[in-house]
C-alpha cells in the first residue's frame, strides 16, 4: 500500500515542512516580542511633559518674576487711564496724583437720626413739615432784648489806646496778633469782656493791608445776603459737599458760600471740580480768597468760622457747616428749630466726649493737636483769671464741639465771637479750649442753644477730614 493510502486510512493529514520556508505563526511572535520591547524602550526614554516639569523646577524664580513686572506694568497703564479717580496733592501751582479717592459712606443719606426719650423713639431734629418749610420766612424785625446795642471793631482808623500808647509796631514780635488782628493787649482783653451798651473790640481786619482779600464783586454779593450757609476750605484740604434736603423757600432766601483759597482752587480743578463763569459749583457760591493772614491753615479758617457778621455785614442769620460735613436739612428750618422755636440766639453742639476744659487740653497734647507748651501757656492763663474746673457754665455745658454755629447776628453774639476769635488768636487754633472760658467770662451772654451731639449727627452727613491742608509758607 502506497504512503498516500496508508495517511488517509489513519484519518490524518500530512502537513509538509521545509526548513527553506518561513514559519508564519513564529514570525508574528517575534513581530509582537520586538513591538513590545519598542514599546518598553520608548517608555524608558524621558518624555515632553518631564522635561517641562524639569525646567520648570530651574527656571521658577525668574518666571515668578516676569509675571509680577507684567501685572506692574498692567496695573500701571491702568491707573494712568482713570485720571478722574485720583486725588492731588497741591505744591503751590503743581499737582501731583498720587491718591485714588473713596466715596464716604455716608455721603448723601437723608434718613433721620433717632433717640429714645422716655421710652418713645423720636428724631433728635425736630423739623417743621415738608409743606410748612416752602412757606417759612424770616421773624418779622424786632429790637432784640440785648444789653450790648452797639459793637465798634477796632480799625487802624479808629484805634483804641495800644498799651499806653506804645506804636503798634512793637508787639509783632513773637505774637500771632499782626495787621489783620491789630494787637490786642491783655489790659484791652480784660476790657473787652465787660458788657457796655455800645462795646469797642478787636474783631479782625484791624488794615486794608492785613489779608484776606476779595474781589469787589464777591463783596457786593456777601453784602446783599439776609441769611448764609458758609463753609471753607484753604490749603487744598477738604472736598466740597452739596447740601440736600433743601426747600425751595431756601433756595431763593439763603446764601450759599464756600470760601477757597488759590491752592484749594487748584487742587479742586484738577479733581474736575470747575468753577462755573457764574461762579457757583452746584448750590454753592466760590468766593476765592487771596493773602491769607495766617500761616496756620486752621488759624485762617476761624475766619469764616467766627466772623460771619464782618464777612456779610447785612446778614441777619448764619450758618456755619466744617469742610468735613455735608449740610442735609433745610437752613430755614434749622433756623427755626434751634433759634427761633427756642428764643435762642446762638446754637452750637455739644461736645460728645468730654465736658472740661481741663480734660480737653489733655487731649489735645495726646492726639498732638497742639504742642504741650502752647497748650500749658493757655492753660496758665485761664487758671490766673480764675477759670474753674466745672463742666457747666452759665447753665450750659462747658464744652462745645463747634462744626455747627447756627446763630443770629445780634450785638451779643457778635460780641461772643469776637471774644472767640481774639482767644484763638492769642493762644491756641482748638476752639475748643477757648469756648468755655469765653462762655465763663461772658456771663450776661444766656440765650445759647447747646444741642446734643444726636441733632448734630441729623444735621450733616460727617466725612471726616480727607487730607490735611498745606500751611502757607510766605
Known amino acids: 500500500m502506497s504512503s498516500s493510502a496508508s495517511m488517509l486510512n489513519n484519518n490524518s493529514v500530512a502537513i509538509n515542512v521545509s526548513d527553506d520556508e518561513p514559519d508564519e505563526f513564529a514570525n508574528k511572535l517575534r513581530a509582537r516580542a520586538r513591538r513590545k520591547r519598542k514599546k518598553l524602550s520608548h517608555r524608558n526614554k524621558p518624555g515632553?511633559?518631564?522635561?517641562?516639569?524639569?525646567?520648570?523646577?530651574?527656571?521658577?524664580?525668574?518666571?515668578?518674576?516676569?509675571?509680577?513686572?507684567?501685572?506692574?506694568?498692567?496695573?500701571?497703564?491702568?491707573?494712568?487711564?482713570?485720571?478722574?479717580?485720583?486725588?492731588?496733592?497741591?505744591?503751590?501751582?503743581?499737582?501731583?496724583?498720587?491718591?485714588?479717592?473713596?466715596?464716604?459712606?455716608?455721603?448723601?443719606?437723608?434718613?433721620?437720626?433717632t433717640h429714645v426719650v422716655h421710652g418713645v423713639r423720636e428724631p433728635c431734629l425736630k423739623?417743621?413739615?415738608?409743606?410748612?418749610?416752602?412757606?417759612?420766612?424770616?421773624?418779622?424785625?424786632?429790637?432784640?432784648?440785648?444789653?450790648?446795642?452797639?459793637?465798634?471793631?477796632?480799625?487802624?482808623?479808629?484805634?483804641?489806646?495800644?498799651?499806653?500808647?506804645?506804636?503798634?509796631?512793637?508787639?509783632?514780635?513773637?505774637?500771632?496778633?499782626?495787621l489783620f488782628t491789630g494787637n490786642q493787649t491783655l489790659k484791652q482783653r480784660d476790657e473787652s469782656f465787660k458788657v457796655k451798651e455800645a462795646a469797642s473790640i478787636h474783631c479782625g481786619f484791624y488794615s486794608d493791608k492785613g489779608g484776606f482779600r476779595i474781589s469787589i464783586e464777591d463783596r457786593s454779593y456777601m453784602e446783599s445776603c439776609k441769611a448764609v450757609v458758609s463753609t471753607c476750605a484753604f490749603g487744598g484740604g477738604d472736598d466740597l459737599y452739596q447740601p440736600i434736603g433743601m426747600s425751595e423757600s431756601s433756595l431763593k432766601k439763603v446764601c450759599f458760600v464756600a470760601f477757597w483759597d488759590e491752592i484749594t482752587l487748584a487742587s479742586q480743578e484738577a479733581d474736575g471740580h470747575k468753577v462755573g463763569n457764574d461762579r457757583y459749583i452746584g448750590k454753592w457760591r466760590i468766593i476765592l480768597v487771596k493773602n491769607l493772614p495766617f500761616t496756620d491753615q486752621r488759624l485762617n479758617g476761624k475766619i469764616p468760622k467766627m466772623l460771619a457778621h464782618r464777612l456779610f455785614p447785612n446778614s441777619r442769620y448764619s450758618i456755619w457747616v466744617d469742610s468735613k460735613s455735608q449740610l442735609r436739612r433745610d437752613p430755614l428750618g434749622v433756623l427755626e428749630a434751634l433759634l427761633w422755636h427756642s428764643s435762642s440766639v446762638l446754637a452750637i453742639s455739644e461736645h460728645g466726649a468730654r465736658s472740661s476744659v481741663y480734660d480737653e487740653a489733655k487731649a489735645v497734647v495726646k492726639?498732638?493737636?497742639?504742642?504741650?507748651?502752647?497748650?500749658?501757656?493757655?492753660?496758665?492763663?485761664?487758671?490766673?483769671?480764675?477759670?474753674?474746673?466745672?463742666?457747666?457754665?452759665?447753665?450750659?455745658?462747658?464744652?462745645?464741639?463747634?462744626?455747627?454755629?447756627?446763630?443770629?447776628?445780634?450785638?451779643?453774639?457778635?460780641?461772643?465771637?469776637?471774644?472767640?476769635?481774639?482767644?484763638?488768636?492769642?493762644?491756641?487754633?482748638?476752639?475748643?479750649?477757648?469756648?468755655?472760658?469765653?462762655?465763663?467770662?461772658?456771663?450776661?451772654?444766656?440765650?445759647?442753644?447747646?444741642?446734643?451731639?444726636?441733632?448734630?449727627?441729623?444735621?450733616?452727613?460727617?466725612?471726616?477730614?480727607?487730607?490735611?491742608?498745606?500751611?502757607?509758607?510766605?
Open 127 to 178: 423739623l417743621l413739615a415738608a409743606e410748612e418749610l416752602e412757606h417759612l420766612d424770616f421773624p418779622v424785625d424786632k429790637a432784640p432784648a440785648d444789653p450790648i446795642k452797639r459793637v465798634v471793631y477796632i480799625t487802624e482808623d479808629s484805634p483804641a489806646s495800644v498799651d499806653e500808647g506804645r506804636p503798634f509796631e512793637q508787639h509783632l514780635e513773637a505774637s500771632r496778633f499782626n
Open 367 to 474: 492726639k498732638n493737636k497742639a504742642t504741650p507748651e502752647e497748650v500749658a501757656v493757655q492753660l496758665a492763663q485761664y487758671r490766673q483769671d480764675g477759670l474753674p474746673e466745672d463742666k457747666r457754665f452759665n447753665g450750659k455745658k462747658a464744652l462745645a464741639e463747634a462744626s455747627i454755629i447756627v446763630r443770629e447776628h445780634t450785638p451779643s453774639t457778635n460780641m461772643f465771637m469776637c471774644l472767640w476769635f481774639n482767644e484763638v488768636v492769642r493762644f491756641t487754633s482748638r476752639d475748643q479750649l477757648s469756648f468755655p472760658y469765653v462762655l465763663w467770662r461772658f456771663k450776661d451772654f444766656r440765650n445759647i442753644n447747646m444741642f446734643p451731639v444726636c441733632t448734630r449727627k441729623d444735621l450733616v452727613n460727617s466725612m471726616g477730614h480727607i487730607r490735611k491742608a498745606k500751611p502757607l509758607t510766605s
Open 48 to 113: 515632553f511633559s518631564h522635561i517641562v516639569l524639569k525646567k520648570l523646577l530651574k527656571w521658577w524664580p525668574v518666571l515668578l518674576f516676569l509675571l509680577a513686572a507684567s501685572l506692574l506694568v498692567f496695573e500701571a497703564s491702568r491707573i494712568g487711564g482713570k485720571p478722574s479717580q485720583k486725588s492731588n496733592q497741591v505744591k503751590g501751582n503743581k499737582v501731583d496724583k498720587v491718591v485714588e479717592k473713596k466715596v464716604p459712606a455716608n455721603l448723601n443719606r437723608v434718613d433721620p437720626v
